[in-house]
């Protein structure tokens, strides 16, 4: 029997093997960067210089975005806590987007931070999963803060509407992740292709949904799916968040109050061991 191998590399295979290196080798740089914005921030360098914060001055020196320069700051600030996932990080385990997540953890939890823990959840997950799987571990952790902090999302809402030449309307609006999940399941719902012949995209169903929900006098009913554990509707401690179409992890509190307020259909789901 003849047996053919192939004798030459796959197209793209050069390329993504170097692209994996030189990933982890900016990783490397983002994190001796963390370490100098660190020690910047433990001086008065950027008040001497009128800006109000590092961060601050890192924002036009570094010509970083306001979340970057934080994060970097965090992180230089966090590591000594950090051991195992600092070497993980060295060794292309995990990347400087995980330690950003678990440096922000750090921060928010204080003595309660298990470092083992989130570097398992880590390694296993994308630093986007990896960030759902902290913020229910700051839930599990305290409750009452994490539910207090969504509450003060809240206060951040606005929406404002500005008309334009010909009558167009342009509306501009922020909103807190719960009450965000909430606007997109009831517009998301109206806003399904109608068939075959719907030649509408995406973005123009969206709007008419907008508009239906507007002239419908309020009279449609938004379902929300949410996915709770027994422990997290009671308001156990040690309770993760509860999962929700369009939001982030939300709190018990939240759970329970939209409990309260709506028509519930139960769905229990056993958990494979």
């Known amino acids: 029997m003849l047996y053919v191998y192939p004798t030459t590399t796959p197209a793209g295979a050069q390329a993504a093997e170097e692209l994996v290196d030189v990933e982890h080798q900016i990783s490397l740089l983002q994190l001796r960067a963390a370490q100098l914005a660190a020690e910047v921030a ?33 992180v230089g600030r966090t590591l ?7 070497q993980a990080m060295d060794a292309g385990e995990i990347g400087f987007a995980h330690l950003a997540i678990m440096a922000r953890t750090s ?7 298990n470092e083992n823990k989130l570097l398992k959840f880590a390694r296993e997950c994308t630093p986007g999963r990896f960030f759902r799987k902290c913020e229910h571990y700051r839930h599990s952790v305290d409750a009452k803060r994490y539910a207090a902090e969504q509450a003060e999302q809240t206060e951040q809402r ?17 909103l807190d992740p719960i009450g965000g999940a909430a606007v997109r399941n009831a517009i998301e719902a109206l806003a399904r292709p109608s068939g075959a ?12 949904a907008l508009v239906e929900l507007a002239t419908s006098g309020g009279n ?14 009671l308001g156990l401690i040690g309770a993760p968040g509860a999962e929700a179409e369009f939001s982030l992890p939300i709190s018990s509190t939240t759970v329970q109050r939209w409990a309260c307020d709506c028509s519930i259909t139960r769905v229990l789901m056993r958990t494979r061991s």
């Open 220 to 233: 449609q009913r938004v379902q929300m799916q949410v996915t709770s554990s027994i422990e997290t509707l």
């Open 80 to 86: 000594a806590g950090m051991p195992e996932s600092h």
């Open 158 to 174: 606005k929406l404002n509407f500005s008309t334009a030449e010909g009558g167009w309307l342009w509306i501009n609006c922020v």
């Open 197 to 208: 012949h719907d030649y509408r995209d995406k973005e123009q169903r969206l709007a008419d």
């Open 42 to 74: 433990e001086t008065d360098y950027a008040d001497r210089h009128g800006y109000n914060s590092t961060g601050d001055w890192m924002r036009f020196n570094c010509h970083l975005i306001d979340k970057t320069a934080w994060d970097r700051i965090a």
């Open 107 to 113: 921060e928010a939890v204080g003595d309660a931070f």
